[in-house]
Every structure is written in structure tokens, then in C-alpha cells.
């Protein structure tokens, strides 16, 4: 390598994405906090919200997450008492409890609280022109 560290690290499209990703996971574990759930659980019952019944697989390709991972966090969830799982064959269906259900605003309160604090620093139409780029650079690297 001819360039300096720093000036590497940079333009390195992985290290750039990971300091982005701890960056952006303090700022949603600041938005989610009220809601005593993680981001990503938090999601999960605005999926499960919107979609009753769903399939951890469902869950699965919605969050980009491994099916292990999804299958740990609604067993969370459901210790919590806030989603509740049937089996119908060889899926679960997942359901949000009465405690779920009374969760979804809150939940909610903390999506909008997350878009304003990065809206705010990066301005609504940079941060969702951004989010959309991201996105697509994640579909294209994943054809590969």
C-alpha cells in the first residue's frame, strides 16, 4: 500500500461503512432507549405490527438478518411477553401480544425520534437521498 493509513482507511469503502454503522447504532440506541428495546427488536414488533402472523424467514429478508439471529431475537421478544409464536407446519407465525400492541407507538415515537436526530445534522433530503444510495450500493454488492 502506497498511501498513508489513514488516507486508506478513508477511502476504503468497508471501514468507512463499519464507522458509519457504530456511529448510526449510538445514535439509535439513543433514540430507542425510552422504548427499554434494542433497535433492531424494535423493528422487529413494527414488522410483526404491520404484518400479523409473519414468518421468521419473512423477518429474516426483511431485516437483512440471519435466520439464527431473527429466530434469538423473537424468542427475546417473546420472553418479554410482547410477540407470542404458532407453529403451522415447519414456520412460526409471528403475533404481537396485547404488551406488544401497546408498545407500537412508543416504538414508532423512537423511529421518528432516530430520523430527526440524523435529519437534523444531515438535513431530511440529504439523509433520505442517502439512505436510498446506501440501499441500492447493498443491492448491487449483493448480486455479485
Known amino acids: 500500500m502506497s498511501k498513508p493509513i489513514n488516507q486508506a482507511l478513508n477511502e476504503c469503502l468497508f471501514f468507512t461503512v463499519k464507522k458509519l454503522d457504530r456511529i448510526m447504532d449510538k445514535i439509535a440506541e439513543e433514540a430507542f ?58 414456520s412460526a407465525l409471528t403475533y404481537l401480544t396485547e404488551s406488544g400492541i401497546e408498545m407500537v407507538d412508543q416504538v414508532n415515537k423512537a423511529w421518528d425520534t432516530l430520523h430527526s436526530l440524523y435529519g437534523q445534522i444531515l438535513g431530511e433530503q440529504e439523509s433520505d437521498a442517502l439512505s436510498l444510495h446506501i440501499g441500492q450500493i447493498g443491492d448491487q454488492l449483493k448480486l455479485r
Not at 434494542?38 to 410483526?48: D, E, K, N, Q, R
Request: avoid cysteine.
Open 33 to 90: 432507549k425510552p422504548t427499554g428495546l434494542s433497535p433492531t427488536y424494535g423493528f422487529i414488533l413494527l414488522a410483526v405490527n404491520e404484518n400479523p402472523g409473519i414468518t421468521q424467514k419473512e423477518l429474516s429478508d426483511l431485516l437483512h438478518t440471519a435466520p439464527s439471529t431473527i429466530a434469538r431475537f423473537v424468542d427475546k421478544l417473546e420472553s418479554k411477553q410482547l410477540v407470542r409464536s404458532e407453529h403451522s407446519g415447519r
